[in-house]
């Protein structure tokens, strides 16, 4: 993220956005920590004040005010300070906070339910850039948003979709069970083709989200630390806004 808003001269303080970052994401564990079992009845004798989330909304409004501490320092003068604070923001949200719901799937129910909820994450996800990539390539004639991705199309999207599902079927049909036991009932087929429609599609509008930046930033790839992925971001694009939409369907029981 960095790398990329420095295309632009949008130079948030580094060590603040990759400290906040680090703040938001391990933030995510203090529970295990804080909880009954952790020095008697909680930390000093107290119950965890904050919950699951409160924890990561918590340090985020840490980092937000250490991102306005670092500019206050370094100020000489009008000029980019609002760019670099909202940069900042958008660093800590979009890494941080969606990362923290693919942290909390893995804490979800705790042990194997956690595993398996990350699991089918994952597997849904990279079904439908599969599907989306080898179906595009195939049958694709129709551009889907050639302003921000020329080469995707409406045929590969649908692909991808067809893929996701057939994702979310392995992934509760037979693997999902095989992490759990069998005291768990299998989702229903509504649940894991509606699984499979969700978390697809917000991995599809994650990647179309980093094109946008990318175009508005006037960069091809993220970083090179992984030469012909585009970058860690890119790898990671599909992931981080399907993880809330995965956490949510787990969390509400659909599936």
């Not at 604070?85 to 909390?104: D, N, P, T």
């Not at 599969?130 to 590969?156: C, D, N, Q, W």
Request: net charge positive.
């Amino acid at each position: 993220m960095l790398g990329l808003l420095s295309a632009r001269e949008m130079r948030p303080v580094p060590w603040v956005v990759q400290g906040g970052n680090l703040l938001i994401v391990s933030s995510n564990l203090a529970p295990l920590f804080w909880g009954p079992g952790f020095l008697g009845r909680g930390f000093l004798g107290r119950g965890d004040p904050l919950g699951t989330f409160g924890w990561p909304a918590a340090a985020l409004a840490l980092a937000l005010l250490a991102a306005f501490a670092a500019e206050m320092w370094r100020y000489t003068g009008p000029g980019h300070v609002t760019e670099s604070l909202s940069a900042a923001i958008l660093a800590f949200a979009y890494v941080g906070l969606l990362m923290s719901f693919v942290v909390q799937l893995r804490l979800l129910e705790g042990g194997q339910v956690g595993i398996a909820a990350l699991l089918s994450l994952a597997i849904v996800v990279k079904m439908c850039d599969t599907g989306a990539y080898t179906i595009g390539r195939l049958m694709g004639r129709h551009k889907m948003a050639p302003l921000l991705s020329p080469k995707k199309t409406v045929e590969g999207a649908i692909g991808g979709l067809v893929f996701a599902c057939a994702g979310s079927w392995l992934a509760f049909r037979w693997l999902v069970p095989a992490i759990i036991g069998a005291g768990r009932p299998l989702a229903p087929v509504g649940g894991w083709l509606a699984y499979g429609l969700l978390v697809g599609g917000a991995g599809m509008l994650g990647d179309l989200a980093e094109s946008l930046l990318k175009r508005d930033l006037g960069r091809k790839d993220s970083s090179m630390w992984m030469p012909g992925f585009g970058g860690v971001l890119d790898v990671l694009d599909s992931i981080l806004p399907a993880a809330p939409v995965a956490y949510l369907c787990w969390a509400f029981g659909l599936v």
